[in-house]
C-alpha cells in the first residue's frame, strides 16, 4: 500500500512538472508580451522575450519594476480601481485598453489579457498585451480623412457654387453679344475674377486633400 502511494505520488509530480514545462514553454514563446506579477506588490515576477523585445528593457530591469513603471502617472489610480475590483477569482478577463509606456518613452495603446495564477507559491496575475497603437493610429487616420472630405462636401455644395453660379450667369449673358456689347469688358472682368474665385478653391480642396502635395513630386 505504501509503495502504491509512492507511485501515485511520484505520477503526479511528474505530471505538475511536465504541465509547468508546457506553461514555460508557451510562455517563453509566444509572440505576444507576456509577464507575471504579484498581485500585493505589484511587482513583476517574469517577462517573456516578447515583452523584452516590444517594451525595450531587460531581463533584469523588468524585474527590478513593477507595473506601474509601465504606465503613465495619470492612470495608476485607475490601474489600482481595477486590480482591486479584480480580487475576487474568476476566469481570464479581458481588461480592455490601457496605456502603457516603452523604456524610449514611447507610449502605446495595448489590449490587456489576464488570469490569476500561484506564481512559486505567490498570488500573482499572468498578463497577455496585445499592441493596439497601429491600429489606433490606422482609424484615427481615417477618421481624419473622412472629416477633410466632410468639409470638401460643404466647399462642392456651397463655396463652389458661388463663382460657378457667376460663371454660368456671364457666359449666359455672353452668348446674347449683341445685347450686351457695351457690358463686354465688365463681363470679362467679372469673369475672370469668378474664374480666379473657383481656381483658389479648387487648390484649398487639393490641399486639404494632399493632391498638390502630390503633384508636386
Not at 507610449?107 to 497603437?133: E, H, R, W
Amino acid at each position: 500500500m505504501y509503495s502504491k502511494d509512492i507511485t501515485e505520488r511520484k505520477k503526479i509530480n511528474s505530471a505538475l512538472e511536465e504541465s509547468e514545462q508546457n506553461y514555460s514553454s508557451l510562455f517563453e514563446l509566444s509572440p505576444l508580451p507576456m509577464w507575471v506579477f504579484d498581485i500585493r506588490s505589484l511587482k513583476f515576477l517574469d517577462v517573456n522575450q516578447a515583452a523584452i523585445e516590444n517594451y525595450g528593457y531587460s531581463r533584469e530591469e523588468f524585474l527590478s519594476m513593477s507595473i506601474g513603471d509601465i504606465r503613465p502617472e495619470e492612470d495608476l489610480p485607475l490601474l489600482l480601481e481595477l486590480l482591486d475590483q479584480e480580487s475576487i477569482p474568476r476566469e481570464t478577463v479581458r481588461q480592455g485598453m490601457f496605456r502603457h509606456i516603452k523604456k524610449n518613452g514611447e507610449m502605446i495603446k495595448v489590449d490587456i489579457q489576464s488570469n490569476l495564477i500561484q506564481y512559486k507559491g505567490k498570488p500573482a496575475k499572468v498578463i497577455i498585451a496585445n499592441d493596439m497603437t497601429e491600429r489606433f493610429n490606422y482609424i484615427r487616420a481615417i477618421e481624419q480623412q473622412n472629416e477633410k472630405l466632410r468639409e470638401i462636401a460643404f466647399m462642392q455644395s456651397h463655396v463652389v457654387r458661388a463663382p460657378l453660379a457667376r460663371i454660368m450667369g456671364i457666359a449666359s449673358m455672353l452668348q446674347n453679344w449683341e445685347t450686351f456689347a457695351d457690358e463686354r469688358e465688365k463681363l470679362l472682368e467679372f469673369l475672370q475674377i469668378a474664374a480666379n474665385e473657383l481656381d483658389n478653391v479648387v487648390k484649398d480642396i487639393s490641399d486639404k486633400t494632399g493632391l498638390a502635395h502630390e503633384f508636386k513630386k
